[in-house]
């Protein structure tokens, strides 16, 4: 009698179908990828460096806009009360 392994069993007791987990393959043309797909298709250390790169803008984005509204405070309007 064999012994079915625990990942097999998790997949059924979670109903789970049994392509969770593999990648799928990626369309042969380039044209007919997803951004998703192309960037999945990217090597490890390529989507770590781009993703470092991006929160390092973003970050820097916020600390300009906080250092230009102290820098150049909001003047206040005044309101039009009817």
């Known amino acids: 009698m064999s012994v079915p392994s625990a990942k097999n069993n998790n997949r059924k007791a979670k109903g789970l179908p049994e ?5 799928k ?3 042969e043309s380039v044209a007919d990828r997803t ?3 192309s960037y999945l298709a ?10 470092v790169a991006m929160g390092l803008f973003a970050v820097t984005g916020i600390a300009v806009s906080n250092y230009l509204e102290k820098k150049i405070p909001v003047q206040e309007q005044p309101s039009e009360n009817k």
Do not use: E, H, Y
């Not at 392509?19 to 990648?23: A, F, R, S």
């Open 25 to 27: 393959a990626l369309p």
């Open 42 to 51: 990217l090597p490890a250390s390529t989507r770590l460096k781009f993703s």
């Open 35 to 37: 951004l998703w797909q």
């Open 19 to 23: 392509t969770v987990g593999k990648p």
